[in-house]
């Protein structure tokens, strides 16, 4: 296995995206190179492999942010608005009307942040509920989150494996060359 390069500016964009990095790793090299440190662990990684290929520094993508006030109280036919986030006195009011079990997973969350936006805490309560009453097996895991996918993957092919033999098997992953894995990591740039 090929041992993986420090991070350093003169390191070939490709070498770059071959290799794992910890976020606090890329957010050290940004700071390092006076680039924004700000943002995901995508978007670091984006930064800084551009700025490898091209030696510019691209500033932080700024997402417009909608100031909206939330309810303090919330019920059922409280509509959901652009803003909203996934606040703890909105998870106390799903628990309360749907129980200890609730959590934002990431339906609810894309649920509350975009798709329910105009439609009712009860639609999303009935959302919730589908989506517990029909299960579609395994649900996707973003992009982002290397490691869960890796573990569940792992799992997949190895079914009589420990999760110490999953645990011992990332390390050795995140420590070496991924062959054609790198890319996938990037974030996708809209058309300009």
């Known amino acids: ?12 964009a490709d070498e770059f995206i071959a290799y794992y990095w910890l976020k606090n790793e890329l957010t050290a090299f940004c700071r390092t190179e006076g680039l924004a440190t700000t943002g995901s662990k995508q978007e670091l990684t984006q930064r800084i492999y551009d700025y490898l290929q091209t030696g510019k520094k691209s500033p932080a993508s700024q997402k417009p942010r909608t100031k909206t006030r939330m309810p303090k109280e919330f019920g059922r036919e409280t509509v959901i608005e652009a803003g909203w986030r996934c606040s703890q006195n ?3 009011f799903f628990e309360a009307e749907i129980g200890p079990q609730f959590h934002f997973d990431a339906a609810m969350r894309n649920f509350i942040l975009q798709d329910g936006i105009g439609k009712t805490l009860q639609e999303a309560i009935m ?3 589908k989506e517990r009453a029909n ?8 992009g982002q989150f290397e490691y869960n996918r890796f573990i569940r993957a792992f799992f997949a092919e190895n079914k009589n494996a420990t999760l110490a033999d999953a645990i011992a098997a990332w390390k050795t992953e995140r420590s070496g060359k ?7 990591i990037l974030v996708k740039r809209e058309p300009n």
């Open 135 to 142: 299960p579609s097996g395994a649900k996707s895991i973003d």
């Open 178 to 184: 991924r062959e054609n894995k790198g890319m996938a």
């Open 90 to 92: 909105l998870r106390r």
């Open 127 to 129: 959302m919730w509920e």
């Open 1 to 12: 296995m090929t041992q993986r390069p420090d991070l350093k500016p003169d390191l070939r």
